[in-house]
């Protein structure tokens, strides 16, 4: 972890605040507000940290706009967690890789890789794919033929792209990301499973992250896509002919079987399960281990349960569940009263 | 993506169909019902498909027998999706490696490989590895010590197999499938768990693919099986001991704990889990996110939920919790009348 | 799998023992009591496998204190399996890798490697990274800066391990085991997601063993622990900040949100999922599949269901689930039985 040097005023000068205070006071490295200690920057969102900021040795806080807390030095801004992000970057930059290409690496004579690239040990480049300014090709990677990857990518450990797959700019793929194997498609006779053709292709755009071990399979026919901005988190299955639009957020170990349209702007829990031919239309929110069935719209709205629900159905259906035995207590009561009148009718009224 | 070319007539004498039109026109790739253009073939099944076949550029199309479909060219075949499986492989037959070992790659002196095997860029095989003729190994795989690999397999880019384990011919294995690695056994005792002996092996047999960072563990004792034509998908957990039959399908992220017998053409949903020392019957199909309780028998017939019920019955108890709100309504309304017919009782019926 | 030979007394000696007919017979090898021949030991545990076992061709059985089960030879223990466990490692050592560093391996030359260690080919190990005695570090597996590996360890094939990690003594991680890539953390604007600083850690202790495939994130800020003796399985998501406390036990598939404790001598099962900032209370048992909301403190006790439940409750409000068809039909002879008794009453009662 590098670190930088900045004054308070410098750091809010970049993030657009206002600083309060002594803005000439030097910061070196960003910290939790519990832990923050001289040179360090901190930041609170909520009026419920208000005491633990005002004890805090942070050397700087990052609040909310008109939250007066009292400190040696604080920056006034309107997201502090955004603020935080950017100046996170500023005092701890990544690391940068020189150009180079390690010695173990094997590049096809006819892949076109930018002067400006890092290439890490035991890498391998098939013919004719295509690298970009900037971009960071780390240990063991593996970059199948006709692969085309953009500007300013970091590619971790033991990334597996197959051929022709397309990455944007500014990808970053976590070690072991997979990106381009073949879908699951199979026709059966009487003698067994006879493969369906993976002719297809994946397209990854520009800003996108993925995950530890996410595997993206490439479409039949066509291609499979995660839109720009988007966000994978590890362990995730994108089935093929899948299109992810932009800006979505997906949670770990969540499943999508094929042609799964997710529109811009979706939230997607963590261990939720999509059966095939599914559209989440854009702005829906499923909650973590939430199942969506085969063909299914999901409009805009939060969704959870298996099969899904809207979250208030579920949470109603749920307590209903829960009060069952109560219903089954009254169910007998009941049947025992009804038993008792119709004794008492059998009987005279006197 | 290569391509050949045929002329209608001869692909449909190599599906067994049977052609109507111009038999001469020339089919060079497969394509998408909807957007296939001169020179490409798509298929239908299905009669709603027929009025946008009418409107087809493509060259030629495959339908079901009987379905005269209008179109410059049509092949009828009884499974027209096989055919076009089958058909996609002649146009765009995988990429053939010639036979080599790069020479990154590190074979052990006693590791025998046929003369046709093609070996990639950082590949390592260990002391007595036996891999078969027309095998093709990608870059980064890793063979252990002692490992049978069959003929005509092709395992992606790295792929482990620990050592001793064995696979068929034909077998195909998707980047970052792991073979092999120790099952998860150990005893407990006051100072904490110990590890069991993972001593066993893994056999996969004939023409298994298997996807992309799926694991299959070793037997403690014995061997794990993966039976002949079986088809597994992207990240998938197949504990020590299992025995997977022959035919059988299992969609991405299922987990399947220590000895687990799958017989013979079950199919097998995603994200589905399996205690230990579950038997599932040939024919079973369990529905994706079901979960099935150690120890269980299940018989065929189709499952779903957790845990497993048959479908028909989880159906009816989905609906009958839906209905819960409606119920409890009721409860309340025969509550109110019954108290209302005591009150009656209770008073002269005058 | 190698091959040691001891009589069974000198096996019983070693497990703490007493050794009951003939203490001489040579034994080489373990197996499973039903497979068992001349030469191998195999244990029982319960009565019930008292038949099977007097008719085993097993060389020695490990049997409970006090079974006398009939045996040309039997060792009783106070924990057969244990034992069993202990005996398995002495017939069948850990093949030991001579200590050696692989001529394909790129060794930074900051690095600090002890002259005992085992690294394979195509390894690659960063700057500042110092690996402890008697470690092996198998094929593909790479190494970033200023990681700290400890004593014994064994890290399988293709293991990442991301700058700064580090690992304990005794450590195993299985193939592809992804150790410190970053959380997930984005702050959202207008504009889209942007990442969230990923500047901590991750911290392994001693006698840690982690499955294929498991990804174990950085913190953001601080670290991510996984604590001595705890045993994750394969194909597990351990977010960022969590911190896993000493002998935890965790199942295959198993994900585990941001900031989540689980306490010392838990055991999770798999496919289980958890919200984030959730503790989990020292001794607490979590079923197969069960589901964990955000900020839950889950105490001692055994828990089932999404969400969780005490076990006990689970399986009540199931069978009442179950019994739901029951109640539909005893509500609506309820119903019929108020009409008719509305009916009685309205006429005069003679």
Chains 1, 2, 3 share one sequence.
């Not at 005002?54 to 400190?71: K, M, W, Y």
């Not at 499973?193 to 002719?199: A, C, D, I, T, V």
């Not at 035995?325 to 009254?330: G, K, L, R, S, T």
Request: charged letters at 20%; aromatic letters at 4%.
């Amino acid at each position: 972890m590098t670190e930088e040097k900045f004054t308070a005023a410098e750091l809010a000068e970049r993030v657009g605040g206002q600083v309060f205070g002594d803005g000439n006071v030097q910061v070196h490295g960003v910290a939790q507000l519990e832990t923050a200690g001289p040179g360090e920057i901190a930041y609170l969102e909520d009026a419920k940290f208000y005491s633990t900021a005002e004890t805090s040795n942070a050397a700087c806080l990052i609040v909310p706009v008109g939250a007066a807390v009292r400190s040696n030095c604080r920056i006034e801004v309107k997201q502090p967690k955004l603020a935080f992000a950017q100046i996170a970057r500023l005092l701890h930059p990544q690391p940068v890789r020189p150009p180079s290409v390690d010695s173990s690496a094997r590049i096809s004579t006819g892949a076109d890789i930018d002067l400006t690239v890092f290439v890490g040990p035991h890498v391998s480049v098939g013919e004719g794919a295509r690298i970009s300014a900037g971009t960071r090709i780390e240990a063991g990677v593996i970059i199948g033929e006709n692969v085309t990857i953009g500007k300013d990518c970091i590619l971790h450990p033991n990334v597996v792209l197959y051929d022709g797959v397309s990455l944007g700019d500014r990808v970053v793929l976590h070690a072991g990301a997979c990106i381009g194997a073949d879908g699951f498609g199979y026709v059966r006779d009487d003698m067994g499973y006879h493969k369906f053709p993976q002719l297809g292709t994946v397209v990854i755009e520009d800003d996108v992250e993925i995950g530890a071990h996410t595997c993206v399979d490439r479409a039949a026919l066509g291609r499979t896509r995660i839109g720009r901005g988007s966000k994978l988190d590890n362990l995730i299955h994108v089935g093929h002919n899948c299109d992810i639009g932009e800006r979505v957020v997906i949670a770990a170990q969540t499943g999508i079987s094929g042609s799964v349209t997710i529109e811009d702007d979706c939230v997607i829990g963590g261990q939720v399960g999509f059966g095939d031919h599914i559209t989440v239309q854009s702005g829906a929110v499923i909650g973590s281990k939430a199942g969506v069935l085969p063909g299914k719209i999901v409009r805009p709205g939060v969704w959870w349960g298996i099969p899904i629900q809207p979250l208030d159905k579920f949470k109603r259906l749920n307590a209903q569940v829960n009060r069952l035995p109560e219903m089954q207590a009254q169910l007998k009561e009941l049947t025992r009263q009804v038993a008792l009148l119709e004794l008492a009718i059998k009987k005279p009224q006197l």
